[in-house]
């Protein structure tokens, strides 16, 4: 593995006509749905004047995210993205007409407010997985970064310009027409994919069925430090920097005595700092390593947060808001980028979904927190409070550090052939038994034993259960590497799996075994009970 080439220029995927147009129509999209969270936070202050239930606005977006991405993720990896993406979309169109017909004959309730919410949030929830992998198959590798980048600037462009759309929308015409715009500004983007054509590899084996994948997503990111160690890191950014963005509307109301203008002037300064941030990312990753990155995010947007909830000056309140977006932005791109690079194309969708999930979790965790705390202590309390919790994030870099993404070619090894069999093998028969042979020189043990680890997270992050390591009590240079898989198609499977960046431990392990490569035993497993057993051991009494 090398070190990562030096990030490409910020604006080099805009050369690639379909990510424009996917740029593009993300963009108006973004705009609809950041107008309808003004909307839909200013209804809630309306009809409640509760901070707990304004906090769960942005809860219930970030809620269906924490709970069904897993779900969208193995729909990403097991169903062409492109349909996925294209059903969200137009189920989201329809509960923001909904939620715009409600609010216009004023049947809305601070509930049903919350439920049209979260369903919208559902449905984001399933878009999203299926679009962050579908960036792949819009620009080149080398450019993956910049595009991750792009698309969070384009949505933090869309916090400068979309508040203020928003809180205009709302003062003058009403929230109804904010929910109306919304579903207007998914046409776009339902247009762009209905006419793309995306060139996607074809597997030739069965699709997996739907637990099976969710658990083999999970089994691969249990079985990935670096990605473990960025969901960590995430969860706490997220849920601390949250309390920002949960509780602007009371920071408008409350300590700055505003409205839904003011409001939307907030989150749009938040928005002119990430987009800030997304210009400066390139230069930032190339001065700095990944852990030392997060910290200064965290301790600025500790900060800028902590600033925010004891001003009660206007544009002391903007002002810390800049450096609040810009950290946002950088840090979460971050993030995404690590994830996105540390998983095969088998898996990135789930990858990805765990990812929003500690991400979108901690807003929604965060959200309910801090809202809490500032209905019983205030709304500078809880603002203090969420910027000294980034503290935390910062400090578990000591821990848990975030390693500089390496470049690794995660594309299938494809040296695989499945083997010939004296037996009549289906698909599902199984279990299948798998014991690999090594004959290892007593001198080269360490180094053996060093590779097997590896070998064996990568044994058991492609699927295989039971993974043991076994010696020869007599010949003691035998090793047999032994593991389970359930059924001759998940042995398959599993070795399809296998990436080009796996290569390097299977050629270790060849140059350390002694003679010809090492042999491979495939047993399928039976318990044979005899129907009349007890007659059997009477009359057999050999058998006993």
Not at 152 to 173: D, Q, Y
Not at 351 to 363: C, D, K, V
Request: hydrophobic residues 50%; glycine residues 8%.
């Amino acid at each position: 593995m090398t070190p990562a080439p030096p990030p490409v220029g910020t604006f080099a995927p805009f050369q690639h006509r379909i990510f424009r147009l996917f740029w593009t129509a993300s963009l108006i999209s973004n705009i609809g749905v950041l107008v309808q969270t003004i909307g839909a936070s200013w209804v809630m202050m309306t009809i409640s004047g509760s901070a707990s239930l304004v906090a769960l606005v942005q809860g219930m977006n970030a809620l269906p995210v924490m709970l069904f991405a897993l779900a969208a993720g193995a729909l990403a990896d097991s169903f062409e993205r492109r349909l996925v993406m294209l059903g969200a979309q137009v189920a989201m169109l329809c509960f923001s007409l909904i939620l715009a017909a409600a609010v216009f004959f004023d049947w809305i309730t601070p509930w049903m407010l919350l439920a049209l919410t979260f369903l919208i949030g559902t449905g984001s929830a399933v878009n999203n997985p299926s679009w962050q992998a579908s960036v792949r198959d819009t620009v080149p590798r080398d450019t993956l970064s910049a595009a991750v980048i792009l698309n969070n600037m384009g949505f933090n462009v869309t916090r400068s310009i979309g508040p203020a759309i928003g809180g205009t929308i709302v003062a003058a015409l009403g929230a109804a027409l904010s929910f109306l715009f919304n579903a207007v500004t998914y046409l776009p983007i339902i247009w762009v994919l209905a006419r793309w054509k995306p060139d996607t590899a074809k597997s030739d084996l069965p699709r997996e069925d739907f637990l099976s994948a969710m658990s083999a997503g999970l089994r691969y990111v249990a079985m990935s430090p670096q990605i473990l160690v960025v969901l960590l890191r995430t969860i706490l950014f997220s849920s601390c920097a949250g309390s920002v963005l949960a509780l602007l509307p009371v920071v408008a109301r409350d300590l700055l005595g505003a409205g839904a203008l003011t409001y939307g002037g907030l989150l749009g300064t938040f928005g002119v700092g990430a987009i800030l941030g997304a210009i400066i990312n390139a230069r930032v990753r190339r001065a700095l390593t990944d852990e030392n990155i997060t910290r200064l995010a965290c301790l600025i947007s500790m900060a800028a947060t902590v600033t925010l909830g004891l001003s009660t000056n206007l544009y002391l309140s903007f002002a810390a808001l800049i450096p609040a977006g810009a950290c946002w932005v950088i840090a979460l791109s971050l993030f995404n980028i690590s994830v996105q690079l540390s998983a095969p194309r088998w898996v990135v969708g789930r990858a990805i979904a765990l990812y929003q999930m500690t991400n979108f979790g901690g807003l929604a965790i965060g959200s309910w927190l801090w809202g809490s705390l500032a209905d019983a202590h205030g709304v500078s309390t809880a603002l203090v409070a969420g910027g000294l919790g980034l503290l935390l994030c910062a400090a578990a870099g000591l821990r848990f550090t975030l390693q500089n993404v390496v470049s690794v070619d995660l594309d299938p090894l494809g040296q695989f052939q499945a083997p010939a069999t004296g037996l009549d093998i289906k698909p599902q028969s199984g279990p299948i038994f798998v014991m690999v042979e090594y004959r290892i020189r007593y001198e080269d043990v360490t180094e053996f034993l060093a590779v097997m680890t590896r070998r064996r997270r990568i044994r058991l992050r492609d699927g295989a259960q039971r993974w043991a390591l076994l010696r020869h009590v007599e010949d003691t240079e035998l090793w047999t590497e032994s593991y389970h898989v359930p059924t001759w198609l998940e042995y398959i499977r599993h070795n399809t799996r296998r990436t080009k960046a796996d290569a390097d431990v299977m050629a270790l392990l060849r140059g350390l075994h002694q003679g010809e490569g090492p042999r491979v035993h495939r047993w399928i497993e039976r318990q044979t009970v005899p129907p009349r057993e007890d007659i059997l051991v009477k009359d057999n009494p050999e058998l006993h």
